[in-house]
Structure formats: structure tokens, C-alpha cells
């Protein structure tokens, strides 16, 4: 309890998380018959592993594809489509965010690229500022649920038994749920903002397809290489940074190699707040396994919940309350090792648990007062937290209509999986 309480304050006063979870290990290894080196220990045994080695590729093929300016060909060819449509370029906003997912696999990337182009054209064609950011963010949590997603990697690598091809494909449709939710939600609401637009015709739409085939290959190769059994993840993730190297550099040929070592800084430094993170949580994990506190957290919930329904929507509580605070990632490597143990004893399906717990906790990059989505969102339009926040709040429902479904009809989300065999 003292170690947790130190960890609340640090959090508190603004400390990184990384640097507050490592300071309480520090200080509750220091109570125990244990050399303080063992912390070092094991905080390098949590990055020594293969897989993980996925994090940083799939960051870096991003930075490489969202430096080849393929986000204009995506916006190009998600306006062919649905341009025309009431509330036309809020809807380009949702689909965008869709093709963008297969691209980068995090919201805060897909925030952040498509809010530069998206906050500015939306506020000229008659959209408030804050409403096109808010559904900049909104659409952003589609990004870490159609794959390739980081959440799901570090999912699988925290957890034992699940697989990420399944998860992969079970965050598909969770991810158009949303997607198709926003779009009925900007449809309804936000169609007074601009004027209609003609109809593309066919000939224009296979012109906007043809620049857009290189982005829309990526993710067909990177989970389809996956699915077949040719390459594991982490061989994808090497596979998917190579191919938007040489697209950028040799087909595009909007990468010159004088960029290069700015893209691979960005992705090092990106790469580096999760990595940090993932080491001293393991450190923590070991500690908690040590002290018994999942088994004895596990015990008092099985007592007290005996239906698995009725610990989803406990899980559901937990985690929508944990991601106002904690950012997603942080906070599935700190729960994941305590929920997922009753989740198995309870016979939860483990790959409908995963989906339900990364959708939950991605919601949380953008609900106030901590959504990382809502930062990088307000950086653009520059309107205020409490502007953006109020115009989100309706999106926000949108996106828990889609968790109460994912949640208690399980069919949806492992669907696709078992079509394939997992």
C-alpha cells in the first residue's frame, strides 16, 4: 500500500510514469531480503525478447509512410468515395482515420497527421474548429483497432495463449462499428455545416484509387503475410518498414535520404516512451507476482463475481475510469497481468477479452482531462480543452454504444477470427 501510494503522488505531481513505477519498485525491493541490482535485472529481461522488437518497426513504418505525403492520396481517395455524402468531409475525416489505421496502428499518430490537413479544411468549408477537432480524435481510437495495431502486439506479448493474427482480425470489426457509428452521429448532426458536393464519377474515384493503391497494399500485405503463416509479427513489422522505404524512396520518390535521419529519430524517440515503459512494468509485474497480489485480487473478485458478465462490466468500469488518468498503454501493462488470470478462470473468451480491453483503454486517449488524443488535437486547432471536451462528449457516447455491443455480443468480435481458424 505504501509502494502504490508513493506511485499515486508521483503520478500526481506530474512525474512520468515510467520514472514513478520504477521509484516505487526501487523503494519496496529495499524492504525485502533482495540486492537492489535485481531491479535492473529484471527491468532488462522485460525488453529482452523478440517480439517486442515489433514496437519500434511498426513505428518506424509509419513515420516513413506519413513522411512519404501519403496522407493527401488517402484523403484524395477516402473523398472519392464519400465525399459527396451529407456532412460530406466530416465523413472523409471518418474514413480517412479507417485507411490510416492499416497504416500506422496508433491514435495519436492518425490525430496528429490527419488533424493538420482535416482541422483547417473542415473550418473553411463552414465546420467550427472545435468540432473538427473533437471528430479528428474520435476517429483517431479506429487506428489501434484495424490492424497493424501496438496495443494488440503489446496485448499478446503481457498475456499467454492469445494469439496476434486473431486479434488482429478481431479488431476489424469493432473498428468499423465505430467508424460507421460516426458516420450516422456526423450524418445526423453535423449536415447543416457545409453544402453538398457533387458526385465523383467513376473515372475520377479509379484515378484517386490509383494514387491511393500503394498505403491501401500495406496493410493487406502486412496481415495477410501474417494470417498465411509466412512471416511472424515482428518479421511483418520489418517487412512493412522496408516496404514504405522503398515506396517512399523509389516509387513515390517524395522520401529523399537526406530525411531519413530525422524520420528515424522521431521513431527512436517514439519508440522509447513505450519501450521505458514496458521495462520498469515488467520489473513491477515481477514484484507483484512475488508479493502474491494478482492471485489475492483474483480470489476476492471470484468471490464476490461469479458471472462472467457481471465481471466484464466491472472490467468495463475499471478501465473507463483508469483511461481518464492513465494513458492506454501504461495502464493495460499495470492490469492486464491482475484481469486477464479471472478473466481465463471465468471461461472469457481470451481474444473477446483483449478486443474489449484495448477498445476500452483506447477510448481513454480521448476522454478528459488526460486524453493524449484531445492534447495533440487542441495543439492544431488551438481552441481550448473545454471546447474540445464539449464537443466530444457525444462522440464519446457513440464510441461506449460500440463497447456495450463489442462487449456483450462476443459473436462480433470473434467472428472473423474463427472464419480463419483461430
Same mark, same amino acid.
Given at each position: 500500500?505504501?509502494?502504490?501510494?508513493?506511485?499515486?503522488?508521483?503520478?500526481?505531481?506530474?512525474? @512520468?510514469?515510467a520514472?514513478?513505477?520504477?521509484?516505487?519498485?526501487?523503494?519496496?525491493?529495499?524492504?525485502?531480503?533482495?540486492?537492489i541490482?535485481?531491479?535492473?535485472?529484471?527491468?532488462?529481461?522485460?525488453?529482452?525478447?523478440?517480439?517486442?522488437?515489433?514496437?519500434?518497426?511498426?513505428?518506424?513504418?509509419? &513515420?516513413?509512410?506519413?513522411?512519404?505525403?501519403?496522407?493527401?492520396?488517402?484523403?484524395n481517395?477516402?473523398?472519392?468515395?464519400?465525399?459527396? *455524402?451529407?456532412a460530406?468531409?466530416?465523413?472523409?475525416?471518418? $474514413?480517412?482515420?479507417?485507411? +490510416?489505421?492499416?497504416? %500506422?496502428?496508433?491514435?495519436?499518430?492518425?490525430?496528429?497527421?490527419?488533424?493538420?490537413?482535416?482541422?483547417?479544411?473542415? &473550418?473553411?468549408?463552414?465546420? @467550427?474548429? %472545435?468540432?473538427?477537432?473533437?471528430?479528428?480524435?474520435?476517429?483517431?481510437?479506429?487506428?489501434?483497432?484495424?490492424?497493424?495495431?501496438?496495443?494488440?502486439? /503489446?496485448?499478446?506479448?503481457?498475456?499467454?495463449?492469445?494469439?496476434?493474427?486473431?486479434?488482429?482480425?478481431?479488431?476489424?470489426?469493432?473498428?468499423?462499428?465505430?467508424?460507421?457509428?460516426?458516420?450516422? !452521429?456526423?450524418? /445526423?448532426?453535423?449536415?447543416? !455545416?457545409? &453544402?453538398?458536393?457533387?458526385?465523383?464519377?467513376?473515372?475520377?474515384?479509379?484515378?484517386? +484509387?490509383?494514387?491511393?493503391?500503394?498505403?491501401?497494399?500495406?496493410?493487406?500485405?502486412?496481415?495477410?503475410?501474417? #494470417?498465411?503463416?509466412?512471416?511472424?509479427?515482428?518479421?511483418?513489422?520489418?517487412?512493412?518498414?522496408? !516496404?514504405?522505404? =522503398?515506396?517512399?524512396?523509389?516509387?513515390?520518390?517524395?522520401?529523399?535520404?537526406?530525411?531519413?535521419?530525422?524520420?528515424?529519430?522521431?521513431?527512436?524517440?517514439?519508440?522509447?516512451?513505450?519501450?521505458?515503459? *514496458?521495462?520498469?512494468?515488467?520489473?513491477?509485474? $515481477?514484484?507483484?507476482?512475488?508479493?502474491?497480489v494478482?492471485?489475492?485480487?483474483?480470489?476476492?473478485?471470484?468471490?464476490?463475481v461469479?458471472?462472467?458478465?457481471?465481471? #466484464?462490466?466491472?472490467?468495463?468500469?475499471?478501465?473507463?475510469?483508469?483511461? #481518464?488518468?492513465? &494513458?492506454?498503454?501504461?495502464?493495460?501493462?499495470?492490469?492486464?497481468?491482475?484481469?486477464?488470470?479471472?478473466?481465463?478462470?471465468?471461461?472469457?473468451?481470451?481474444?473477446? +477479452?483483449?478486443?474489449v480491453?484495448?477498445?476500452?483503454?483506447?477510448?481513454?486517449?480521448?476522454?478528459?482531462?488526460?486524453?493524449?488524443?484531445? +492534447?495533440?488535437?487542441?495543439? /492544431?486547432?488551438?481552441?481550448?480543452?473545454?471546447?474540445?471536451?464539449?464537443?466530444?462528449?457525444?462522440?464519446?457516447?457513440?464510441?461506449?454504444?460500440? =463497447?456495450?455491443?463489442?462487449?456483450?455480443?462476443p459473436?462480433?468480435?470473434?467472428?472473423?477470427?474463427?472464419?480463419?481458424?483461430?
Amino acid at each position: 500500500m505504501l509502494g502504490f501510494g508513493v506511485l499515486l503522488i508521483l503520478l500526481f505531481i506530474g512525474s @512520468p510514469i515510467a520514472f514513478a513505477i520504477l521509484i516505487g519498485v526501487v523503494g519496496h525491493v529495499s524492504t525485502l531480503p533482495f540486492n537492489i541490482s535485481l531491479v535492473a535485472q529484471r527491468v532488462f529481461a522485460g525488453l529482452d525478447s523478440f517480439s517486442i522488437l515489433a514496437i519500434p518497426l511498426f513505428v518506424l513504418a509509419g &513515420e516513413l509512410m506519413n513522411e512519404s505525403g501519403i496522407t493527401s492520396r488517402i484523403i484524395n481517395f477516402a473523398n472519392s468515395l464519400v465525399g459527396h *455524402m451529407r456532412a460530406g468531409l466530416a465523413q472523409v475525416n471518418i $474514413w480517412a482515420s479507417v485507411i +490510416f489505421a492499416g497504416l %500506422s496502428g496508433s491514435a495519436v499518430a492518425d490525430t496528429s497527421a490527419l488533424g493538420r490537413v482535416f482541422i483547417p479544411t473542415m &473550418e473553411k468549408e463552414g465546420y @467550427p474548429r %472545435s468540432f473538427a477537432a473533437a471528430l479528428t480524435a474520435a476517429s483517431s481510437v479506429i487506428g489501434p483497432m484495424i490492424p497493424p495495431s501496438i496495443p494488440v502486439i /503489446i496485448y499478446a506479448l503481457i498475456t499467454t495463449g492469445v494469439s496476434v493474427p486473431a486479434l488482429f482480425l478481431a479488431g476489424v470489426a469493432p473498428g468499423l462499428f465505430l467508424a460507421v457509428g460516426l458516420s450516422v !452521429y456526423v450524418y /445526423i448532426f453535423a449536415g447543416d !455545416y457545409a &453544402e453538398l458536393k457533387p458526385k465523383q464519377t467513376i473515372k475520377e474515384r479509379m484515378k484517386a +484509387f490509383v494514387q491511393a493503391w500503394i498505403p491501401l497494399f500495406m496493410p493487406i500485405f502486412i496481415v495477410g503475410s501474417i #494470417l498465411t503463416g509466412i512471416v511472424t509479427p515482428t518479421e511483418a513489422a520489418a517487412f512493412a518498414a522496408a !516496404y514504405a522505404l =522503398l515506396a517512399g524512396m523509389f516509387i513515390l520518390r517524395t522520401l529523399k535520404i537526406m530525411d531519413l535521419p530525422a524520420i528515424f529519430v522521431r521513431a527512436m524517440r517514439d519508440s522509447s516512451v513505450v519501450l521505458i515503459i *514496458m521495462a520498469v512494468i515488467a520489473a513491477a509485474n $515481477w514484484l507483484l507476482t512475488f508479493s502474491r497480489v494478482p492471485q489475492t485480487v483474483s480470489e476476492i473478485v471470484l468471490d464476490s463475481v461469479s458471472s462472467p458478465w457481471m465481471f #466484464l462490466i466491472l472490467v468495463n468500469v475499471i478501465l473507463l475510469v483508469v483511461g #481518464l488518468f492513465l &494513458e492506454g498503454i501504461a495502464a493495460m501493462l499495470i492490469l492486464l497481468p491482475i484481469l486477464h488470470p479471472i478473466a481465463m478462470t471465468l471461461g472469457i473468451d481470451p481474444v473477446h +477479452f483483449g478486443i474489449v480491453v484495448i477498445f476500452n483503454l483506447m477510448i481513454g486517449l480521448v476522454t478528459p482531462p488526460m486524453g493524449i488524443c484531445l +492534447f495533440v488535437s487542441n495543439s /492544431i486547432a488551438n481552441v481550448g480543452l473545454a471546447a474540445i471536451s464539449r464537443q466530444i462528449m457525444p462522440m464519446f457516447l457513440v464510441e461506449l454504444a460500440v =463497447l456495450l455491443l463489442i462487449t456483450f455480443v462476443p459473436s462480433t468480435v470473434t467472428f472473423l477470427p474463427r472464419l480463419f481458424g483461430y
